[in-house]
């Protein structure tokens, strides 16, 4: 885990400023919600900063939540759009069979181009993977890398769903 320390202002004349306090390393173990309110106060009285004067924005973990229980916590509006956006995704793969198994189809695609030794050199661009941290963008940029890769290479793809599809049946 990275916990990064971003603080925002604006100044007199209403220009927006920004500046990264601290940058750190928690190993897995010790991301606990006492040793990450540790750090908080640390950076906090570092820059002579008034701990309940200041509101804080982070992500929806427990630990962070827990760490912040007795502090002003905002919410992190770009986790909650990406979490809304993960459970559209997700509700419409569900609902719809035709965009379920285009999804499914394009992931099968970039599973037997990776693998297949030789297609990938063929094509001007990769088709990207999911990312885990940010799963609905990652859907989004896989689809469009794959129908893009689809559309100008037609004959390539032919071939690899042809074979896709073989391997199904068997």
């Known amino acids: 885990m990275l916990i990064l320390k971003y603080f925002y202002w604006i100044d007199k004349n209403w220009q927006q400023h920004h500046a990264l306090l601290r940058c750190k390393h928690f190993e897995e173990q010790s ?27 982070t992500d929806e973990g427990a630990n962070v939540k827990a760490s912040l229980k007795d502090e002003i916590r905002l919410p992190c509006m770009a986790h909650r759009c990406s979490t809304a956006l993960e459970m559209a995704w997700e509700a419409t793969t569900k609902k719809n069979s035709e965009f379920d198994q285009l999804v499914n189809n394009i992931s099968s695609l970039r599973s037997f181009i990776a693998h297949s030794g030789g297609i990938q050199a063929s094509l001007p661009k990769t088709i990207k993977k999911n990312s885990a941290t940010r799963p609905w963008r990652s859907y989004y940029i896989v689809n469009e890398s794959g129908k893009s890769i689809f559309v100008n290479n037609i004959s390539s793809c032919v071939f690899a769903w042809k074979t896709i599809y073989l391997e199904a049946l068997l």
């Not at 606990?32 to 509101?55: H, K, Q, R, V």
Request: proline letters at 4%.
């Open 31 to 57: 991301k606990n919600a006492i040793n990450l309110w540790n750090e908080i106060e640390s950076i906090f009285n570092e820059f002579d900063l008034i701990i309940g004067d200041t509101p804080i924005t």
